[in-house]
């Protein structure tokens, strides 16, 4: 996997749109302070392919790929493996809960020759090219599949981040087995085994398959072809017996046939001319019929007697008078008598009331005088009421005068004073006024009473002189009505008359419904009887139409039971002229059966004879027989060249199981896959140790034994210890010798699969010094200048960055971390 170009929006510190493009750094260095975000480049690339970074633990890390207060994180990565180029898209978001979750996922294969740089040009998804991966857990595959690594590989072979830089070094030889599996490819081997041992299994079961097939072809020998040979000359010569025998059954077949139909048709006639028979009650549906016309007719009489009866009394009631007229002149003198009555009794009220009226009027009158007088006598006493107060006040003004004063009054001097009065005749006035006003009062009151009561009386009297007006004008109208009328009796005599007209209409009418009731049902009877008539008619004549072709006698269409009788008699001679000549006809028949009997006895023997069951249509068996001979003679002669064909097969399935079953064992894991991991693991230990003696001055060799790595140190007299006891220092000296040899020779080595076409190293420099750091820089230089691989460091070493032709320097402000290209 070699990275051409990555993309970071809103993805941990780089806040903003941020791209590195890697098309032409072959061997380059990520530079700038701690913290700027130089691991972070790292980071995106093993993010973008595999969803996680190490520095995160697991995969709930993803919440580390938003910036600080960021809703969306993008990356994207375009890069190159084996040959082909790739894009890979993920996108992070945080919900309006908080929760951080993958909002999309993809991975393309780019067309072939795809400029880069036309990313920058706003290309659409779909430009991009084929779709391998849309959501997370496809690229997950799909992601593998292109790298030809799965992560914790990758990040042990390509990537190696802080702090697991001595994964491979420090690795159980089983996960290192299968990470060399993956880098070698030689999983293919593996596939070829399964396959062998697949291709051997189907060649054993093909092989038992021919046996089996083989086990039923036991009928081949020279022996069953020749009996097949003679069954064939055996039916032949069967069909021929047949062909010359079967005239000879045909023609008495005819004959017996010719007989039986001759016997069958004289059988028909007979029972169609036996079936010829009078129904029972044939006598007696033509006398049924002619009384119920007699009757019908008999009813139809008495209807017309009875509408005649009916129009008669009609006319003798129209001529008779009008009922209704009758009643009304009888209600109306009814009437006149009531409202004469009336007349007079309300006279004698209008009377009464009229003298009644007289009197209140009168009464009035008095009531008003008496009122009138009251009411003077009430002034009266006021005044006097007056004079006594006047009187008093005078009295009390004359203890206070003196003669010759002045009066306190007039002014005038005072002559004479008056004597004063002894007692008030005030009270006395009082009294006198209070019994004036009651009787005023109580006057007043009668007055209005006899006022009510008088006009009472006259709203009764307006109402019974109207009420004798009306009175006398309806008499008036029903004297001018009757003026003509004959009188009660007679109009009595005359509606007596009419009840009597009416009651004889009445009864002839019920006796007119119930004529023609009758005469209905008598009518319903005459046809039904006709009805029968004619259906025996027609039974008649069916029977007869059914043996015309026999020549009947004609029949009279007067009397149905004679008609009958002819015919009958007629059919019982014919069926008698037939039963005679039957007999002989039945003799001929037998006669031809029993010579189509003996042809077929003659055939039957002759199929016995040849081995066949005797069958009902002897030619057509004949020919069935031939044509099974002749094809199991055919089928013998074909088993016998199909096992020919199964036992070349044979010989070539134990062929081909022999070849398969040899490489299955040859390629089993215990056998040329291990060989291949030994090799391969000496191999990469080889160029690790030539690197490590380099990298410690010749302190070190790197050696295995059964998968585990150890150090052989020449500083110690050649003493072997295990790569866990070495020193922080000394692990990454032997680390960074093992990712160099992977880079260098491993990829040679590989036939398939993944290929080691970058290595890109974070981990600390700064523990080296300057003699180790200038051995690794001069490796790394080395590795890089073969132009087969992209190496790529994370270094803050000026000494080391100084020495990478390409640098991409790191720096972060406030918002968010930048990254700039410098060097070549």
Known sequence: MRPLRLDMAGFTVFRDETTVDFTDADFFALVGPTGAGKSTVLDAICFALYGQVPRWGSSRGIANALSPSATEARVRLVFESAGARYVATRVVRRDSRGNVKTGGAGLQQMPDNFDVSKLDTGMTPEDLGDVLA??????????????????????????????????????????????????????????????????????????????????????????????????????????????????????????????????????????????????????????????????????????????????????????????????????????????????????????????????????????????????????????????????????????????????????????????????????????????????????????????????????????????????????????????NSPGVSALQRELETLAGLQAALDGAVAALKSAREQARTASAARSSAEQRLTAAWREFDAARDAVARFAPPAASRDDLADSWSVLADWSATEVADRRSARTALAAGAADADAAVTAVRARLDAAFVDAGQPAPDDHVRAATVAVERATAAHQRVEERREQARGLLDKRVAHERDSQVAKALAGHLRANNFERWLLEEALDLLVEGASRILRELSGGQYDLVHEKGEFSVVDHHDAGLRRGVRTLSGGETFQASLALALALAEQLAGMSTAAASLESILLDEGFGTLDAATLDTVAATLEGLAARGDRMVGVVTHVPALAERVPVRFDVTKDARSAHITRSGI
């Not at 070094?169 to 490819?185: C, D, F, W």
């Not at 006024?433 to 009297?461: P, S």
Request: net charge negative; charged share 25%; proline share 4%.
């Open 134 to 483: 849309g959501t997370p857990a496809e690229m997950d595959e799909a992601v593998q599949q292109a790298v030809g690594l799965p992560y914790e590989q990758f990040t042990s072979c390509v990537i190696l981040p802080q702090g697991q830089f001595a994964d491979f070094l420090h690795a159980k030889p089983a996960t290192r087995q299968q990470i060399l599996v993956n880098l070698l490819g030689l999983h293919v081997y593996e596939e070829i085994q399964k396959r062998a041992t697949a291709r051997a299994q189907q060649a054993d079961a093909d092989l038992r398959a021919v046996d089996q097939l083989l086990a039923g072809l036991d009928d081949t020998s020279d022996e069953a072809l020749a009996a097949a040979a003679e069954r064939v000359d055996a039916m032949l010569a069967l069909a021929s017996l047949v062909a010359s025998v079967t005239p000879q059954l045909q023609a008495a077949q005819r004959a017996a046939a010719e007989a039986a139909a001759g016997l069958t048709a004289l059988d028909d006639e007979i029972a169609l001319l036996d079936r010829v028979r009078a129904p029972r009650g044939v006598a007696a549906l033509a006398a049924a019929a002619a009384d119920a016309r007699a009757a019908a007719s008999k009813a139809a009489d008495a209807v017309t007697a009875a509408e005649e009866r009916e129009e008669k009394l009609r006319g003798e009631l129209a001529a008779t008078g009008d009922p209704a007229a009758l009643r009304l002149l009888l209600r109306a003198h009814e009437e006149h008598a009531a409202v004469a009555a009336e007349a007079a009794s309300l006279q004698d009220g209008l009377s009464a009331a009229t003298t009644e009226h007289r009197t209140a009027a009168a009464a009035l009158e008095q009531a008003r005088a008496a009122a009138l007088r009251t009411a003077t006598e009430l002034d009266a006493a006021r005044r006097a009421y007056q004079d006594a107060q006047a009187a008093d006040r005078a009295g009390a003004l004359r203890v206070h005068l003196h003669a010759g004063a002045p009066c306190p009054v007039c002014e005038q001097p005072v002559a004479t004073v008056p004597a004063v009065p002894a007692t008030s005749a005030v009270p006395a006035a009082e009294k006198a006024g209070h019994a004036a006003k009651a009787a005023d009062e109580k006057a007043q009151a009668e007055v209005a009473e006899r006022e009510k009561a008088a006009r009472a009386l006259e709203r009764t009297l307006d109402r019974a002189r109207a009420q004798h007006e009306q009175l006398t004008a309806r008499l008036a109208t029903l004297g001018s009505q009757l003026a």
